[in-house]
């Protein structure tokens, strides 16, 4: 049993490169079973969808074990939001048939999974030139991305009249790009109480997710790059000491260009 789990240790944590490519792949399938949970959130779910469902929740459950097998402290990795993410879904798929169709939205969590890895982040900025240039506008966007997709179909399944429109999904992220960005057009509103308060709580979480992206975007590049003495992650791309401590820092380069 060692042997097994320490190539798949290597799997996920490994510089090799069927590592690096295995953990690509999982990104795509991360990617992938996103859309898939989307597209089939507010439809009926029959036995053709909900064995489809649990067939994709047998590799999530396979990666959330392995992931929880190899973790060199289990009960830190398990409290990570997005493992207990993970786990909803897991749970969603696999309780489907027992459960109210109302919780397919929540299958939608597993955006999280997207990014927020620690191993992938480091295959991204050694990997990709792009992403160490913009690594902050990336994330931020990625987590915009999310909510607006948990935010859209939990409007779609909770809150949207599904036979009084023909475009049930392209109204539901319209009402939330709107809301969010408090442009606040009325054409499409929320009548009841719980609708009125979730429009709330979508503007005031939407708004600082803006403001995140619009920072990252718009404000000076930082470099990553621990300093020695204080521990200081980002400075600018020129640093040659610390403007916490004052201490010197040793900025890796490409070179010239």
């Known amino acids: ?4 789990k320490d190539r798949i240790c290597e799997l996920y944590t490994g510089e090799s490169i069927v590592s690096v490519r295995f953990r690509y792949a999982l990104i795509l399938f991360d990617a992938i079973t996103i859309f898939f949970f989307i597209g089939t ?3 009926p779910h029959g036995p053709w969808l909900i064995g489809l469902s649990q067939f994709v929740g047998l590799f999530i459950l396979a990666d959330f074990m392995a992931r929880l097998w190899i973790a060199e402290d289990r009960k830190a990795h398990f409290m990570h939001l997005y493992t207990l993410a993970d786990l909803v879904v ?12 109302n919780v397919a ?11 927020h890895s ?6 991204l900025r050694r990997d990709s030139r792009f992403f160490r240039d913009h690594e902050e506008t990336v994330i931020a966007s990625v987590n915009l991305f999310v909510f607006i997709m948990v935010t859209t179909t939990t409007i779609l399944v909770f809150f949207l009249d599904l036979e009084a429109t023909e475009t049930p999904y392209i109204d539901a992220l319209y009402f ?4 969010l960005t408090t442009t606040g057009f009325g054409d499409i509103t929320m009548q009841t109480p719980g609708g009125k308060l979730f429009s709330v709580a979508v503007m005031a979480i939407g708004v600082a997710l803006f403001v995140r992206l619009a920072q990252a975007i718009f404000q000076p590049r930082k470099v990553r790059c621990e300093c020695p003495s204080c521990g200081l992650m980002k400075h600018d791309p020129d640093a040659v000491h610390c403007k916490h401590c004052g201490a010197t820092i040793h900025i890796e380069t490409d070179g010239l260009v």
């Open 105 to 115: 939205f929540l299958r939608v969590l597993r955006g999280l999974r997207l990014i």
């Open 118 to 123: 620690y191993q992938l982040m480091n295959d």
């Open 90 to 101: 897991i749970v969603t798929l696999f309780l489907d048939p027992f459960l109210s169709g």
């Open 41 to 43: 959130a507010h439809l």
């Open 176 to 179: 939330t790009v709107a809301t």
């Open 1 to 4: 049993m060692e042997t097994l």
